[in-house]
């Protein structure tokens, strides 16, 4: 919440001078369509841990809140 605050106006600008000067946008089914494909294309991004590896980190966790 605190980030939102501090960013607040910091995706607002003027854009008149840029589509004055041709600036255009792509429909937003295209843009969603294109987005699908690439990701499809490329995969998603590994991070995080493996289900067992997440499995047995959570058993130490509560393993140890227990012992508290």
Do not use: C, S, V
Request: charged content about 25%; cysteine-free; glycine content about 6%.
């Amino acid at each position: 919440m605190f980030a939102a605050i501090r960013a607040a106006g910091a995706f607002t600008f003027d854009n008149r001078r840029a589509i004055a000067q041709g600036l255009t946008f792509r429909p937003l089914a295209e843009t969603i369509r294109d987005t699908l494909k690439w990701d499809a294309a490329h995969g998603r991004p590994k991070a995080g841990f493996q289900p067992e590896q997440e499995a047995a980190l959570l058993q130490k966790w509560h393993a140890r809140q227990n012992n508290l």
